[in-house]
């Protein structure tokens, strides 16, 4: 029998060590390449300086890695660390909602991957994260939780009964990358090559000569920018390529399981039971092309690491696509297309109210750019397009314990979640509100931070019926 | 009433007014005390002409505000405000301008405290502050006795199970 106290994989000290080099490469590139002939004391001080750091960096790698040491029990996880605060942490298996796990570059060299377990709640102490594991680790971990470990089946019996729903294609991500708009991600990495470089040489001068010379031969410019749209095309395929590529959407009877990326491999998994919600996403540039974006709320959600929208299933699916995957997995979470606009005068309450953008905006340039003053104009007309747009697609539709609403102006968002799920509502209405006979309705979902659903301009008979039926929910 | 919807009926204390003054005149005071030293230093070490407008247009804000909040609001809010508890829900209203009607059921609640700042104290009054897993809801100033009641209440109905939470375990 294997002890029950483990420590994490040897290789975290590696790791360590690597991130170490990677947040510290700058300086090492100051102090190593650009100083390189330099023998100013205040160079030759830094180098001996960073050598101390990476000395004691590996050595507190090391006592971390040493006094770090987990262990499973028949129905908890207890996790030990600190090398001189120690704490202690347990958690029951049955409070453990999502897992996740991460295998960065770094992890795939040395066969290992990353675990983090979320809890319900917030704050510090919420997620419980296994650095640096093996793979097999990892799954003695899951099936602990999972609740079927025995000795024997160690080679756990993985992807059994999973149906697989989904499997990104190069179309797809071509077409991701577009929607995305990832290929204007060319402009940040230019100009911060151009002031990392411009710190250390005078290109100031020779890029400005250079830049006036091409305003003379406009020409150039054009033959410049043809290369540089490919260049950029291809960037953002590739970024694209490394956050969506090899997606896949899985699930089986309890879990969903999301599997992404060509870098950076990232799972997910949920338990079924758990989603509070489901978001669907649409921008205006995403409903032109009829792609949507499906995100799945659950208590234990994670925040959105560098724009990793983790609980997302695939952000640019076609619409119909969508719906059908979301279906078979969650048969609970009908998405009902057509639903019941508000009444007209909805949308002379919605213009009426201030237009504090306009405002803002009018007082800004009265003080900064009079000249520019024309710019409010447009900012007031996009507001007002805005505000059309959002009563257009505002919808609301309650069936059975099942509700549904969608609001929001170029980009809209429909939420769909249960009567059981909703943790309290409130229904408000201001003076302006009672003049056209609507109120206001909120609900709260658990989610991380808590998410709450508004909806304005709901006539006034629905927000009580919408009352009633909360109201009446333990009865029924 | 706007909506025909069943309205708590409890009421809070009519205290509430005067503890409610007394907290938001002290407030504006010590905000307008701020803005006072401040525009005193703007003078004196001469900062940017700027600094002494907003300053002054701020301390505007403050007076009205202070208006509103000591002469206005308190009565207003208090007329307002009604809270009833049951087995199953924790319901609330208030407002005037803007109504407010939150319905918060037993099952979500996860604690129940009571607190008693300085000037609640010369009334005898509590405020009952209800908590579920993500927010929480303050019922301002009930009289000691009551308070002590609706916390026992409410402590006694939240013990029921979150039907959630039970389901949960089982799939797990």
Same mark, same amino acid.
């Given at each position: 029998?294997? $002890? ?12 360590d ?20 002939? /330099?023998?100013?004391s ?18 507190? /790698?090391?006592f ?14 207890i ?6 605060v ?27 991957? /990353? ?12 997620? +419980?994260?296994? $650095?640096?594991?093996? %793979? ?5 971990i899951?099936?602990?939780l ?5 000795? %024997?089946?160690?080679?756990?019996? %993985?992807?059994?009964?999973r ?6 294609t190069?179309?797809?991500l ?20 151009? +002031?990392?470089?411009a #710190?250390?040489?005078e290109?100031?001068?020779t890029?400005?000569t ?17 290369p540089t ?6 960037i ?17 009877k ?13 799972? !997910? ?35 959105? %690491? ?5 609980? /997302?299933l695939? $952000?640019?699916?076609p ?14 979470y009908q998405i009902? *297309? ?23 905006a ?5 003080? !900064?750019?009079? *000249? ?17 747009? #959002? ?12 509700i ?9 968002k ?5 009567? *059981? ?15 056209f ?6 609900f709260?979902?658990?989610?991380? $931070? ?27 | 009433?706007?909506l ?12 509430a ?14 905000? @307008? ?11 004196q ?17 403050? @007076?009205?505000s ?11 809010l ?23 009607h939150? @319905?918060? &059921? ?11 700042? &300085? ?24 009289p ?12 006694v109905?939240?013990?029921i ?12």
């Amino acid at each position: 029998m294997t $002890p029950t106290v483990k420590r994490y994989h040897p290789a975290m000290i590696a790791l360590d060590f690597v991130s170490f080099i990677k947040g510290w490469s700058s300086v090492f590139l100051i102090l190593f390449i650009f100083k390189a002939s /330099s023998s100013s004391s205040l160079v030759i001080g830094g180098r001996y300086l960073f050598f101390m750091g990476m000395f004691f960096s590996i050595v507190w /790698s090391f006592f971390k890695w040493y006094f770090h040491q987990y262990e499973i029990t028949a129905d908890t996880l207890i996790l030990r660390e600190g090398v001189f605060v120690k704490e202690q942490r347990s958690v029951p298996f049955e409070r453990i909602h999502n897992q996740k796990s991460n295998t960065t570059f770094v992890h795939r060299w040395f066969g290992l991957t /990353s675990l983090t377990l979320e809890t319900g709640t917030s704050g510090e102490n919420a997620s +419980f994260r296994f $650095p640096v594991i093996t %793979e097999e680790e990892k799954r003695r971990i899951l099936s602990h939780l999972e609740g079927n470990y025995t000795e %024997e089946n160690n080679q756990l019996e %993985e992807p059994s009964g999973r149906t697989i729903h989904f499997r990104s294609t190069k179309k797809d991500l071509i077409k991701a990358s577009f929607t995305s708009l990832s290929f204007f991600a060319i402009f940040p990495i230019v100009s911060a090559i151009y +002031f990392n470089l411009a #710190d250390y040489f005078e290109i100031e001068k020779t890029a400005k000569t250079a830049l006036d010379y091409l305003f003379i031969h406009w020409w150039m410019l054009l033959v410049l920018l043809i290369p540089t749209l490919a260049l950029s095309c291809v960037i953002g395929f590739i970024k694209t390529y490394i956050k969506y590529g090899n997606y896949v959407i899985s699930d089986d009877k309890e879990r969903i399981y999301i599997e992404k990326g060509a870098g950076n491999f990232i799972s !997910f998994s949920i338990p079924k039971h758990r989603v509070q919600a489901v978001v669907v996403k649409q921008s205006l540039l995403k409903r032109m092309l009829g792609l949507v974006s499906i995100k799945l709320i659950s208590a234990g959600s994670f925040e959105e %690491e560098k724009n990793q929208e983790t609980s /997302s299933l695939y $952000p640019f699916m076609p619409k119909q696509e969508a719906y059908r995957i979301l279906q078979t997995m969650l048969p609970h979470y009908q998405i009902v *297309e057509q639903m019941e606009r508000f009444p007209i005068r909805v949308l002379w309450l919605k213009l009426l109210h201030p237009y504090y953008l306009t405002i803002a905006a009018i007082i800004v340039l009265l003080i !900064f750019k009079k *000249e520019w003053l024309w710019l409010a104009a447009l900012v007031f007309a996009l507001s007002i397009a805005e505000r059309i747009c #959002d009563y257009w697609f505002t919808g609301y539709i309650r069936y059975g314990h099942t509700i549904q609403i969608r609001n929001g102006g170029f980009t809209n968002k429909t939420f769909v979640t249960h009567l *059981e799920r909703i943790q309290q509502i409130t229904v408000q209405h201001s003076w302006l509100e009672r003049k056209f006979g609507v109120a206001t309705i909120l609900f709260s979902n658990k989610a991380k $931070p808590l998410h709450v659903s508004k909806l304005y301009g709901v006539s006034k008979e629905e927000a009580v019926s919408f009352y009633n039926w909360y109201h009446q929910k333990s009865a029924s | 009433m706007y909506l025909s919807i069943e309205e708590p009926t409890e009421k809070i204390s009519s205290n509430a007014v005067s503890v409610w003054r007394i907290s938001n005149t002290l407030g504006h005071l010590s905000a @307008l005390i701020i803005a006072a030293i401040l525009l005193v230093c703007s003078r004196q070490f001469g900062w940017y002409v700027w600094i002494g407008t907003v300053l002054y247009g701020l301390s505007g804000i403050i @007076l009205l505000s202070a208006i509103y909040s000591i002469a206005i609001e308190p009565v207003y809010l208090q007329r307002t405000w009604r809270y009833q508890i049951d087995e199953e829900f924790v319901q609330l209203k208030h407002g005037r301008w803007r109504e407010k009607h939150t @319905l918060i &059921p037993m099952e979500k609640v996860e604690y129940v405290r009571s607190e008693q700042g &300085p000037f609640m104290r010369r009334y005898n009054l509590y405020s009952i502050e209800v908590g579920t897993t993500t927010t929480s809801h303050v019922i301002p100033a009930i009289p000691s006795e009551e308070a002590k009641k609706v916390k026992a209440q409410i402590a006694v109905y939240a013990k029921i199970k979150d039907k959630d939470f039970v389901e949960g375990e089982k799939g797990a």
